[in-house]
């Protein structure tokens, strides 16, 4: 049996899956409640725009850690087919980075900063890299991919977190204060 085919290397990491899946399918929710919550601020086609750009991108990358904890859990014959699958979601995941980069240059609602390009291009890309790289040496390293999988999925969570609070906080005291009659200020 090679080392692809081998069951083994998953085994031991069902509880961090579970622990960092969960946190990601709870943070959706969250998210959600959170976008509800300010949906009551006046929005027009640019803050659309910047939306694309900064909020949407934290919903998809703690749905991949979702989808990756998913898949590293599922009890596969062997770790191939799991590997395969993570190995697609790093190539998504990178695609979908490109394309988060290229709306935060066209955006006119905000104009991003280093910290912008760190959180919602450099870190997403390096966790998708990751996966991608990962997929592709577990057939000789399925140990070593096996940790390369795991730092991307928490990666990947913390980014969101970053990304979700900073989209919140923007949009209390900044999209708020903008919208609050002058007499209010």
Do not use: C
């Amino acid at each position: 049996m090679s080392p692809v085919d081998a069951g083994a290397p998953l085994e031991g990491w069902e509880n961090f899956y579970v622990i960092v899946g969960s946190s990601a399918g709870a943070l959706i929710g969250l998210q959600f409640v959170v976008i509800t919550l300010i949906a009551d601020l006046p929005s027009d086609r640019v803050d659309s725009q910047a939306n694309r750009a900064f909020a949407t991108p934290s919903v998809v990358h703690f749905g991949a850690v979702l989808l990756l904890s998913a898949i590293a859990s599922a009890p596969w014959n062997g770790i191939g087919v799991a590997a395969t699958l993570w190995g697609l979601l790093g190539a998504f995941g990178a695609t979908y980075v490109v394309l988060v980069a290229l709306r935060m240059r066209r955006t006119t609602a905000y104009r991003a900063v280093l910290e912008d390009w760190v959180f919602h291009a450099i870190l997403p890309l390096t966790a998708y890299a990751a996966l991608g790289a990962s997929a592709l040496t577990t057939g000789t390293r399925a140990r070593s991919s096996l940790f390369f999988v795991g730092a991307a999925a928490l990666l990947l969570l913390f980014v969101g977190i970053h990304n979700a609070w900073d989209a919140v906080t923007y949009h209390v005291f900044v999209q708020r204060r903008k919208n609050r009659p002058k007499a209010d200020r």
